[in-house]
């Protein structure tokens, strides 16, 4: 069966300093991988998805970058965090197939200082 | 583009009673339409889903309409219990494209 690995599951960082998270998919091949954020008591807001290696989709201008180096690796960094880049980061893996659902990591909750 | 709005955002009922959250898409050719349930501090699940050929869905206590024409569908939790509330979204999809979601309903489900 497909399982999505997150880590950190939480994080501490002041501000300025740079961001690395790492999620990975097991037991599928070339899935569509998606990096989230959720503000506390919010929605769901898309930073970026992929559909295949180096093959990145920005959603919302801010100064967050996503790369994908392997077939099921997803990285989320930034090289100066800001206050407002605080909140759970979810990552999310889908199939590639027409109408899929996408299934979802633990999280990672990111506090700036 | 495809957008996704969900109603109502707050919803307080008692033990045993039926909730219900609508939302709407505006994309007449979106085909696939999920539903995720958020628990406090964890990742949304997948909770049950629903394809533009099918009108309803049930599995146990939750289910699922489907309104093409009106382009809205809804879900259906009857007897309701505590480990019910949580946070609630919809989304919609078509084709290969990513999923758009609602902005999601707090169910909370007093004993």
């Known amino acids: 069966s497909q399982t999505i690995h997150q880590w950190p599951a939480t994080l501490v960082q002041p501000v300025g300093s740079p961001l690395s998270l790492e999620c990975t998919v097991e037991g599928t091949s070339n899935p569509n991988l998606y990096w989230y954020r959720q503000a506390a008591g919010r929605g769901l807001q898309l930073l970026f998805y992929s559909v295949g290696i180096g093959q990145i989709s920005s959603e919302v201008p801010q100064n967050l970058s996503a790369s994908r180096p392997q077939d099921r690796q997803f990285i989320l960094s930034s090289k100066k965090l800001l206050l407002s880049d605080s909140g759970f980061y979810l990552c999310?893996?889908?199939?590639?197939?027409?109408?899929?659902?996408?299934?979802f990591g633990d999280g990672t909750r990111l506090s700036i200082l | 583009g495809e957008n996704v709005e969900q109603h109502p955002s707050t919803l307080s009922v008692q033990e045993g009673d039926s909730a219900v959250i609508k939302c709407t898409y505006s994309?007449?050719?979106?085909?696939?339409f999920p539903w995720y349930k958020q628990e406090l501090g964890k990742r949304p699940q997948l909770i049950i889903d629903i394809r533009s050929n099918v009108g309803e869905k049930k599995d146990q206590r939750i289910a699922v309409t489907l309104n093409k024409t009106a382009k809205h569908f809804s879900l259906h939790i009857t007897e309701t219990q505590p480990e019910d509330s949580a946070v609630y979204f919809c989304?919609?999809?078509?084709?290969?494209?990513?999923?758009?979601f609602g902005t999601g309903t707090r169910l909370l489900v007093s004993p």
């Open positions: 999310a893996w889908s199939g590639g197939a027409i109408g899929q659902p996408q299934h």
């Open positions: 994309d007449s050719a979106s085909n696939y």
């Open positions: 989304a919609a999809s078509k084709g290969f494209q990513k999923l758009v």
